[in-house]
T-cell receptor, first 114, second 113 residues
Framework: KAGVTQTPRYLIKTRGQQVTLSCSPI?????VSWYQQTPGQGLQFLFE???????NKGNFPGRFSGRQFSNSRSEMNVSTLELGDSALYLC?????????????FGPGTRLTVT | LAKTTQPISMDSYEGQEVNITCSHN???????ITWYQQFPSQGPRFIIQGYKTKVTNEVASLFIPADRKSSTLSLPRVSLSDTAVYYCLVGSPMDTGRRALTFGSGTRLQVQP
């Protein structure tokens, strides 16, 4: 079974631009979560989508948004990029209704804002 | 998710058993204890999850005392490839409002030859 895939793997953007990151979950997984990882703040939860609906949201400004499609693929968008948005963005998928905290993470997208 | 406290770093040698303890004094009745492993520039990887007593899989063992206020991840006979950051998480996975994983600072394990 293929793992979680994220595209692109690396991205360089300029302050003020916007960016869209893509995530394809493991087949059959309907829950997709996004996380931001930086050296200073560590791993932080952004949001979770299930059946095309945002089910949970972390403490991030409205510049960070996401969506999920009917095939469970998800995208996240960051508008008006700031230098502090430079980070590794991780996507994770899991089985809906699971009694486990087992989430499967993708390799991440390394975003650099200059 | 309940707040967790882990050692910042640990050192070990190949072939030794490593025990990483996590404190979670305010764990709730429905909370489970989960451990993740992360290598540099990769996403975290689920290792093990437990509720009470002892859980063992092909990778590690998880020991949870009766009061559940702490837990210990045990890695038998570590190798250089076990060098990574290990995160302890506590929460109730069935609570859809709390399915967001909250990672603490983790424990950086360095295995020496």
């Amino acid at each position: 079974k293929a793992g979680v895939t994220q595209t692109p793997r690396y991205l360089i953007k300029t302050r003020g631009q916007q960016v869209t990151l893509s995530c394809s979950p493991i087949s059959g997984h309907r829950s997709v979560s996004w996380y931001q990882q930086t050296p200073g703040q560590g791993l932080q939860f952004l949001f979770e989508y299930f059946s095309e609906t945002q089910r949970n949201k972390g403490n991030f400004p409205g510049r960070f948004s996401g969506r999920q499609f009917s095939n469970s693929r998800s995208e996240m968008n960051v508008s008006t990029l700031e230098l502090g948005d430079s980070a590794l963005y991780l996507c994770a998928s899991s089985l809906a209704g699971s009694s486990s905290y087992e989430q499967y993470f993708g390799p991440g997208t390394r975003l650099t804002v200059t | 998710l309940a707040k967790t406290t882990q050692p910042i770093s640990m050192d070990s040698y190949e072939g030794q058993e490593v025990n990483i303890t996590c404190s979670h004094n305010n764990i709730a009745t429905n909370d489970y204890i989960t451990w993740y492993q992360q290598f540099p520039s990769q996403g975290p990887r689920f290792i093990i999850q437990g509720y009470k007593t002892k859980v063992t899989n092909e990778v590690a063992s998880l020991f949870i005392p009766a009061d559940r206020k702490s837990s210990t991840l045990s890695l038998p006979r570590v190798s250089l490839s076990d060098t990574a950051v290990y995160y302890c998480l506590v929460g109730s996975p069935m609570d859809t409002g709390r399915r967001a994983l909250t990672f603490g600072s983790g424990t950086r394990l360095q295995v020496q030859p």
